[in-house]
């Protein structure tokens, strides 16, 4: 089982920058692949962003390419998402996620990751 914590949401103005962290902390299991989603109110969760364990792969959704960046520290189990040009679109609840199953996996689909953080909260005024 895989524990994590979020950080580094909060406010920004549209057009400004926010850098979320997550980091694991692993009591049984392994951390593979790591990704971040996120939910606005009234919408389903979305996929953002996934980086593979070994940081060889990344995938972005459309709506972030071009200004979120993920990026992971493996010596310290944790992952970030630098979050530029920010939108009020952007606006949601960001979610970290592991995927401590599949070693080679790149995970888009929420069903494919068995450990999620709590959020943190990111919203931007326009």
């Known amino acids: 089982q895989v524990q994590l914590v979020e950080s580094g949401g909060g406010w920004a103005l549209a057009g400004g920058s926010l850098r979320l962290s997550c980091a694991a902390s692993l009591r049984t299991g392994r951390v593979y692949a790591m990704g971040w989603f996120r939910q606005a109110p009234g919408n389903e969760r979305e996929f953002v962003s996934a980086?593979?364990?070994?940081?060889?792969?990344?995938d972005y959704a459309d709506s972030v390419k071009g200004r979120f960046t993920i990026s992971r520290d493996n010596a310290k189990n944790t992952i970030y998402l630098q979050m530029n040009s920010l939108k009020p679109e952007d606006t949601a609840v960001y979610y970290c996620?592991?995927?401590?199953?599949?070693?080679?996996?790149?995970?888009?689909?929420?069903?494919?990751?068995?450990?999620w953080g709590q959020g943190t909260q990111v919203t931007v005024s326009s």
């Open positions: 996620a592991v995927d401590s199953r599949t070693p080679w996996g790149l995970p888009v689909s929420a069903d494919e990751y068995d450990n």
């Open positions: 980086i593979s364990w070994n940081s060889g792969r990344r």
